[in-house]
């Protein structure tokens, strides 16, 4: 089955520092990738969708500057959180589209817990 | 703004019991409505709806979805403790600029299923 590899798993900064998490899909080539924020006892917020080769759409009230995204490749998107803050702290969570007939079917990574002291 | 409300949003159940999870949503351009599990990390897949009245199973779990009143609903029969999760509803769409279709997610029902 499809397969999404986040790194790191777990991440500890000092605040001011910038984050950069990554997100792969393994055995298979992913041309939407999406990102999500998920805060204590919280659901899933789409922060942005990421493209291959193309500049992400980001939803609103996520500050493009603050959080970039690459989509270099079909296998690889990176998102970074720069000038990261403790209100930054959250579960980052990546899921890649795979287009099954009709629809998008989104496999989730395993999700990166982000921490900013 | 596209809306997915879940509830209950907690649920404390025995084994054995019987749970039924509710979905209810708002959206524009409505493709599908999944369901996933969520324990510590996150989530994965249950199930995809796509047409209303065809019920989905897969052991214990059960969904089904109506596109006309706007739910759906997702049953588990004879719950064990590995149950316990929280299970979230997502509805896809398309996206306000019209070229991706992305995931609403609803805040989750909490089931704790207790020995």
């Known amino acids: 089955g499809a397969v999404v590899s986040q790194h790191p798993s777990r991440v500890i900064c000092k605040s001011g520092t910038s984050v950069k998490i990554e997100c792969r899909s393994l055995?298979?080539?992913?041309?939407?990738m999406f990102w999500y924020r998920q805060f204590p006892k919280q659901s899933l917020m789409l922060m942005a969708t990421?493209?291959?080769?193309?500049?992400?759409?980001?939803e609103q009230g996520v500050e493009k500057d603050k959080f970039l995204i690459n989509h270099a490749s079909l296998t690889l998107s990176t998102l970074t959180v720069t000038s990261a803050h403790p209100e930054d702290s959250s579960f980052y969570i990546c899921?890649?589209?795979?287009?099954?007939?009709?629809?998008?079917?989104?496999?989730f990574g395993p999700g990166t817990r982000l921490t900013v002291t | 703004e596209d809306k997915v409300v879940q509830s209950p949003l907690s649920l404390v159940v025995h084994e054995g019991d019987t749970v039924t999870l509710n979905c209810s949503y708002e959206?524009?351009?409505?493709?599908?409505l999944l369901w996933y599990k969520q324990e510590k990390k996150a989530p994965t897949f249950l199930f995809m709806l796509?047409?209303?009245?065809i019920e989905k199973k897969s052991g214990r779990l059960s969904s089904i979805l109506d596109k006309k009143e706007l739910f759906s609903i997702l049953n588990i029969t004879a719950t064990q403790t590995g149950d316990s999760a929280v299970y979230l509803c997502?509805?896809?769409?398309?996206?306000?600029?019209?070229?991706?279709?992305?995931?609403?997610f609803g805040k989750g029902t909490l089931l704790t299923v207790n020995p």
């Open positions: 899921s890649a589209g795979v287009h099954s007939g009709i629809s998008y079917e989104q496999y």
């Open positions: 055995d298979f080539q992913a041309t939407t």
């Open positions: 990421s493209n291959e080769g193309s500049k992400a759409t980001y």
């Open positions: 959206v524009t351009n409505f493709r599908s």
């Open positions: 796509t047409s209303s009245g």
């Open positions: 997502a509805v896809e769409a398309l996206g306000s600029g019209g070229s991706n279709y992305k995931l609403t």
